[in-house]
């Protein structure tokens, strides 16, 4: 990939990650993990110091290279053994339902196929188990929506993948998962960069509906929002189209949130990307 991708980012990706302001959103969701854990993106290992004694055994994947040397100094000083394991959320090398807790933080926006990879945490999730986390994501308001879609096609090529611009709470639900707990607002930070989705969801029974709604809360003055009272529905609930979602509605007139095509589907401002298969996930 070069020398940027290679030695450069994951540098980047470490020191940006180290922020003060992560640390009491690493405290609520890596506090919470329980059982047999697995995290997705462990980057550089930043969460281990965290994990309670009610972790039994902690599973961590990240696809770089660069990022697991770092990962696996933390791991050599955490409380508990850890396990590491290089390779992509899409295919994860773990059995079905061998999982109590899956965890991910800052994760979703960088994964190329991440209802791929979504579905792939919901496989190795035991009945009853819990997907834990924090992500950065799609902002309520339309004016910083403007700014993350502009952004986001450079933003990917610096940011190792990532987009500013993903509703992470419809990802979750696309993927057959329910939510059960979603606080969302703005961290200190330029806007587009700083919307936070933090909660827990559980795996449905019977998987992915026929279509879901993104549901985003409104920010409290505080700068925290609940989903439940008050909450503001985004984006008319999804069709289904031969078992591949499209997890992005667009307003009429703007880019896809997924793929910038200005091509949409129906009056609803679907982009027609779905026609790409499920495997391939977003991009």
């Not at 992915?208 to 909450?231: Q, T």
Request: charged share 20%; proline share 7%.
């Amino acid at each position: 990939m070069g020398f940027y991708h290679d030695r450069a980012l994951p540098c980047l990706i470490h020191l940006s990650m180290r922020q003060q302001n992560l640390v009491p959103y690493r405290q609520r969701v890596i506090t919470a993990a329980e059982g047999r854990i697995l995290e997705v993106g462990v980057g550089s290992g930043l969460n281990l110091p965290f994990y309670s004694d009610k972790a039994a055994h902690v599973i961590v994947l990240d696809p770089s290279p660069g990022l697991m040397g770092r990962a696996r100094n933390e791991a050599v000083r955490a409380k508990r053994p850890v396990e590491l394991l290089e390779g992509s959320a899409e295919a994860i090398p773990l059995q079905d339902r061998t999982v109590d807790t899956v965890v991910t933080t800052w994760t979703l926006c960088t994964i190329p196929a991440v209802l791929g990879a979504l579905g792939e945490m919901r496989r190795v999730l035991r009945p009853g188990g819990q997907l834990l986390f924090v992500e950065h994501g799609l902002a309520p308001e339309a004016s910083v929506q403007r700014w993350q879609d502009r952004l986001t096609p450079v933003w990917k090529r610096i940011g190792g993948g990532c987009h500013l611009n993903r509703s992470i709470a419809g990802l979750i639900e696309a993927a057959g998962f329910h939510i059960d707990r979603l606080e969302t607002g703005y961290m200190k930070g330029p806007k587009p960069m700083t919307f936070m989705y933090e909660g827990r969801a559980r795996p449905q029974r019977h998987g992915p509906s026929a279509g879901h709604r993104s549901v985003l809360s409104k920010p409290s003055r505080n700068g925290i929002g609940r989903a439940g009272a008050g909450r503001q529905q985004w984006a008319p609930s999804m069709p289904h189209f031969d078992g591949a979602f499209h997890a992005h509605a667009s307003s009429r007139g703007g880019p896809c949130r997924t793929c910038s095509s200005r091509r949409f589907l129906d009056v609803q401002a679907y982009c027609d990307c779905w026609r790409r298969s499920a495997a391939d996930g977003l991009h």
